[in-house]
């Protein structure tokens, strides 16, 4: 039973462009969370989504980020033009329900330049 | 949003060691969850928790739901070279949506 797949690893942007990152649930999970993480820092909570729907995007800015989970394929987190503070490492995880144990991908370096 | 308080921030111990480490909260949690993070790595589950007061345990790692639950702690014992890492807890309250995660354990073992 494969993990939870992130990709790309690592994504290097300049200021202003978009990035997008994607993230594949372990079989059977139809629950996903991203999370954001600085250097040094803990994991902070970005956005809970279900198949089709955004359940809670309380940790999500209110520009120029956007998340989704379509019925078929990854889910996408979107962030339009970037600017240097968005650099940091974001990881996605999956459960099979919300509040179980949430298991998480080996995340996305985004350095903007 | 919520913050959990997890304590130590860092320790540094010699190998055959044990470590203890705990998280609180000022509000009530249905579940709790603990993981291991390596450098550049996504953060592994190491154990998790459903019930006030339960006791679990994965090999050298013990774990308990604080009775009043706001709290809950870690314990490793016989530390070796590979438990060097950081360890974070997370917090799941039903009236809620999300996990809440604690600011980390960075533990080094001292061969």
């Known amino acids: 039973n494969a993990g939870v797949m992130q990709n790309p690893r690592h994504l290097v942007r300049r200021r202003g462009q978009e990035a997008r990152l994607r993230c594949s649930p372990m079989?059977?999970?139809?629950?996903v969370y991203w999370y954001r993480q600085l250097p040094e820092e803990g994991l902070k909570f970005m956005v809970y989504?279900?198949?089709?729907?955004?359940?809670?995007e309380s940790g999500m800015p209110k520009e120029r980020f956007s998340a989704e989970f379509p019925k078929e394929g990854p889910s996408i987190l979107r962030i339009q033009q970037v600017v240097r503070g968005d650099s940091a490492a974001y990881f996605c995880a999956s459960s099979e329900q919300g509040g179980n144990e949430q298991f998480f991908g080996p995340g996305t370096r985004l350095t903007v330049l | 949003g919520q913050q959990l308080n997890q304590s130590p921030q860092s320790m540094f111990i010699q190998e055959g060691e044990d470590v203890s480490m705990n998280c609180t909260s000022s509000?009530?949690?249905?579940?709790w969850l603990w993981y291991k993070q390596d450098p550049g790595e996504g953060p592994v589950l190491l154990i998790a928790l459903y019930k006030a007061g339960e006791l679990t345990s994965n090999g050298r790692l013990t774990a308990q739901f604080g009775i009043t639950r706001k709290d809950s702690f870690l314990n490793i014992s016989a530390s070796i070279p590979s438990d060097v890492g950081i360890y974070f807890c997370a917090g799941f309250s039903n009236t809620g949506n999300q996990f809440y995660f604690g600011t980390g354990t960075s533990l080094t073992v001292i061969p």
């Open positions: 989504l279900q198949k089709e729907n955004i359940i809670d």
């Open positions: 509000s009530i949690f249905n579940t």
């Open positions: 079989k059977g999970h139809s629950h």
